[in-house]
Structure formats: structure tokens, C-alpha cells
């Protein structure tokens, strides 16, 4: 089993940063490959950004340039520095855990708000 638990979600400007960090906890081996997703609403979960244990990473389209995701092994932790943010990115935001570096895995955290507004 494996526990994820989000933070850092808020209210940003358009233009504004935000980071995302995601805790997680249980087995090792459920956790070599981690990522976020996010949901607006009236939308699908869409993928954000997926990166391995050894720092592969993968993005969704909306995001690339703007949007990095970092992991601390030592920590067991995933964070997403998002810049430069748009409308468009207010969703709840998701962290996963499992799969591989191009599928979701089959945990997932709670969800943290981001919304962007003037």
C-alpha cells in the first residue's frame, strides 16, 4: 500500500508560480515511478508530469515549458514548480504513484486546489 498526501495548492494570479509537493509513504517499489494529474471541472484527469526514480520525466502538452517536476528519494517526495500560470491551469491537481514513466499507477492522493485568478 502506498500513502500519498499533496500540498501546496492556493489561489495565484495568472502569471504567478505555485509549487506542489507530494508526500508519500509505504512500499518502495510502488513508488519508483510518480507523477500529477489534474481535473478541472466538467474535464478528464489529464496528465501533467510523470518522472521515474532516476529522474526520467514526461509531460503533458499543456504544461511543457512552464511546469517542472522534481523528486527527493531520500524523502520519498515528487514536487511540481509550475510557472507562468494560466486559467486554463486551475484544476484539482492529483499526485499518482505506480505505473511507469507513460501510465498512471493505482495510487492516488486526495487532491489539492490550485486556482488561477486576477
Not at 47 to 53: F, S
Not at 72 to 90: G, Y
Not at 95 to 113: E, F, I, K, P, V
Request: charged share 15%.
Amino acid at each position: 500500500q502506498v500513502q500519498l498526501v499533496e500540498s501546496g495548492g492556493g489561489l495565484v494570479q495568472p502569471g504567478g508560480a505555485l509549487r506542489l509537493s507530494c508526500a508519500a509513504s509505504g512500499s518502495s517499489f510502488s513508488i519508483n515511478n510518480m507523477g500529477w494529474y489534474r481535473q478541472a471541472p466538467g474535464k478528464e484527469r489529464e496528465l501533467v508530469a510523470r518522472i521515474t526514480r532516476g529522474g526520467y520525466t514526461h509531460y503533458g502538452d499543456s504544461v511543457k515549458g512552464r511546469f517542472t517536476i522534481s523528486r527527493d528519494n531520500a524523502n520519498n517526495t515528487v514536487n511540481l514548480q509550475m510557472r507562468s500560470l494560466t486559467l486554463e491551469d486551475t484544476a484539482v491537481y492529483y499526485c499518482n504513484a505506480g505505473g511507469s514513466l507513460w501510465d498512471a499507477g493505482t495510487y492516488w492522493g486526495q487532491g489539492t486546489q490550485v486556482t488561477v485568478s486576477s
